[in-house]
C-alpha cells in the first residue's frame, strides 16, 4: 500500500515563504508523475505544480514565479518551496502520485495540508 504523507503547512503572513514535503512510502514500480494540488471549499482542485518521472516540470498559473517543486529520489520526498505568498494562496495542500505498481496502473493522494496566508 503506497502513502502519501504532506507536512508544512500553516500560517503565514503574506509575503512569507512555506515549504511542503510529501513522504512517499510503499511499494511503486514506476513514477510517472508527482504533483502538488491545491482546493478552497466551492472550487474544483487546482494544479499548483507537477514533476513527470523524467524530471519535467510544470507549473500552473498561480506558482509560475513564485513556487519551485522538486523531487528527492534518495529521501522518496516531494517538495514545494512557496515564496511571496499571497492571500488567495490559502488552501488545502494535496500531494498526488501517478504511477505503475506491479501490472496496475495507480493514481495516490495524500490527506492534505492546510494553508493559510493572513496577516
Known amino acids: 500500500q503506497v502513502q502519501l504523507v504532506e507536512s508544512g503547512g500553516g500560517l503565514v503572513q503574506p509575503g512569507g515563504s512555506l515549504r511542503l514535503s510529501c513522504a512517499v512510502s510503499g511499494d511503486i514500480t514506476t513514477i510517472f508523475a508527482m504533483g502538488w494540488y491545491r482546493q478552497v471549499p466551492g472550487k474544483q482542485r487546482e494544479l499548483v505544480a507537477d514533476?513527470?518521472?523524467?524530471?519535467?516540470?510544470n507549473y500552473g498559473e498561480p506558482a509560475q514565479g513564485r513556487f519551485v517543486i522538486s523531487r528527492d529520489n534518495a529521501k522518496n520526498t516531494l517538495n514545494l518551496q512557496m515564496n511571496s505568498l499571497k492571500p488567495e494562496d490559502t488552501a488545502v495542500y494535496y500531494c498526488?502520485?501517478?504511477?505503475?505498481?506491479?501490472?496496475?496502473?495507480?493514481?495516490?493522494w495524500g490527506q492534505g495540508t492546510q494553508v493559510t496566508v493572513s496577516s
Open positions: 498526488n502520485l501517478r504511477g505503475r505498481a506491479s501490472i496496475w496502473n495507480v493514481d495516490y
Open positions: 514533476i513527470s518521472g523524467g524530471g519535467q516540470v
